[in-house]
């Protein structure tokens, strides 16, 4: 099973807003409200920043938002900050492998 | 501050056997459920096991089922990761994650607990 697509590289300014998008099938984004996405700075532990494709945990900014339509899930982060600067993955539940992740997304603030 | 703290990377030819472990300060993993996730050099990230929390029954991706093997030991609060027959497309770091659970529900598809990771190199 390949992996989610996501852009390689996304940019926004300061104060800006950006959109990731997460594309899948069928039998996975399309079929499950069961999508995620991770951040990661380099050399650190991913940390969830969004599940079931709209819910924060506790602890993330509410800059972070996530939506799906079909079989694309998309995050976007309002208000871009220089911390903002980071790789993100996103995944999905899928019955075949338990979960699929996408290929990540390096967002550079500029 | 809870932390997962994976080790046991290193370098190893193909063919070969490692053993990796995880750690936790801050959390007990007791009858949690736990994952092993991997990412290759460039790569994106890849699910490879999970072990669940009632009974410790474990999952394996295709890519790595019959070689390796996930368990706990309880009395030392420390996760392993048996790496045997590897090939140098196992080549990865490693993290163990922890799966989010709201009470007694947990979703095994995400993981709101993460360490830094261990590198595993394969290669003669």
């Known amino acids: 099973q390949s992996a989610l697509t996501q852009p390689a590289s996304v940019s926004g300014s300061p104060g800006q807003s950006i959109t990731i998008s997460c594309t899948g099938t069928?039998?996975?984004?399309?079929?499950?409200?069961?999508v995620s996405w991770y951040q990661q700075h380099p050399g650190k532990a991913p940390r969830l920043m969004i599940y079931?494709?709209?819910n924060r945990p506790s602890g993330v900014s509410n800059r972070f938002s996530g939506s799906k339509s079909g079989n694309t899930a998309s995050l976007t982060i309002s208000g871009l900050q220089a911390e903002d600067e980071a790789d993100y993955f996103c995944?999905?539940?899928?019955?075949?492998?338990?979960?699929?992740f996408g290929g990540g997304t390096k967002l550079t603030v500029l | 501050e809870v932390q997962l703290l994976e080790s046991g990377g290193g370098l190893v030819q193909p063919g070969g056997s490692l053993r990796l472990s995880c750690a936790a300060s801050?959390?007990?993993?007791?009858?949690?459920?736990m994952s092993w996730v991997r990412q290759a050099p460039g790569k994106g990230l890849e699910w490879i096991s999970v072990?669940?929390?009632?009974?410790?029954?474990?999952y394996y991706a295709d890519s790595v089922k019959g070689r390796f093997t996930f368990s706990r030991d309880n009395s030392k609060n420390t996760l392993y990761l048996q790496m045997n027959s590897l090939r140098a497309e196992d080549t990865a770091v490693y993290y163990c994650?922890?799966?989010?659970?709201?009470?007694?529900?947990?979703?095994?598809?995400?993981?709101?607990?993460w360490g830094r990771g261990t590198l595993v190199t394969v290669s003669s």
């Open positions: 994650a922890k799966i989010l659970c709201s009470g007694p529900t947990c979703s095994h598809w995400n993981f709101d607990l």
């Open positions: 801050g959390l007990t993993f007791g009858s949690r459920a």
């Open positions: 072990i669940s929390g009632s009974d410790a029954t474990t």
């Open positions: 069928s039998s996975d984004v399309g079929g499950y409200d069961y």
């Open positions: 079931d494709v709209s």
């Open positions: 995944s999905s539940y899928t019955r075949s492998t338990v979960v699929i």
